[in-house]
């Protein structure tokens, strides 16, 4: 019996799983749909997304003292176009599966490969859409410019350059998105929290950092993605595939992480934030 199996039926005893009475019934591993733009189907693929128009605050108004600020911070945070810290931020920005597997190995100790920690690396593949998609009921309502288009400046991913043009700032679903990460791979690794969080703060701080989006965009993504996080806890199916990700981190089944490149890139983000 896989691991993923023995572990899906061990959840189902101990929670009283409808429908999961048997290992051979689900594996957390299995193939997922794929919905699409380089997606596969979240957890709660069969809800409706949280509405998030309804607990994230507006966003500042134009002239506004919070728009000041924002914009002070933007402006500030352009002196570090060109450094080593705008090419990670670059790199947070990739979030195609294998690269985005790799943005917490560091904090985490271990690397996270489909091979090797197949519920682990599901897990952020699926759960990824369930945090994304929660900002887009605000961001459709809102539909607040990004920075760039207000300062004229660059931003690290040009490539994305159009797209992101009709694609609104607030609130920001790469933090959402990593926010969220940082708080489920906290829970599966608590020891390491403190790391975790500190990385899940500095990925939505790269945000900033490619001209993309406002600080208050990135608090905003923040608060959904916890608030994703939050409704997962009642999913079955997530509860079962943290068990399997938790065994993989315990037996450290991800292999070691490359210890220079962490370094450097604690480097990196202590010189950025």
Known sequence: ???????????SILFGVSGLTSADEIDVTAPVADIGHGLVQGYQHDQEPMNSV????????????????????????MKLRGSARWDLAAQDAILTFPEAAGIFQCSLGMKITEERTPALYRLLQRSLTDFGLATYPAKNAYQRPRPFLINGEDICTPGELELLKTDGSYPSGHSAIGWGWALVLSQLAP???ERILARGRAYAQSRIVCNVHWKSDTEAGMSVG?????????????????????????????????????????????SGN
């Open 191 to 193: 020891e390491r929290a």
């Open 1 to 11: 019996m896989s691991l993923s199996r023995r572990w899906v039926l061990w959840v």
């Open 54 to 77: 309804v607990f994230v605050p507006i966003p500042p108004e134009k002239g506004s003292k919070l728009q000041a600020a924002d914009e002070a911070i933007s402006q500030d945070i």
């Open 226 to 270: 916890s608030a994703t996080f939050a409704r997962l806890q009642n999913n079955a199916l997530f509860q079962a595939t943290m068990a399997v990700a938790r065994e993989e981190i315990s037996q450290k089944l991800g292999g070691d992480i490359n210890e220079n490149a962490c370094k450097a890139e604690n480097v990196v983000l202590a």
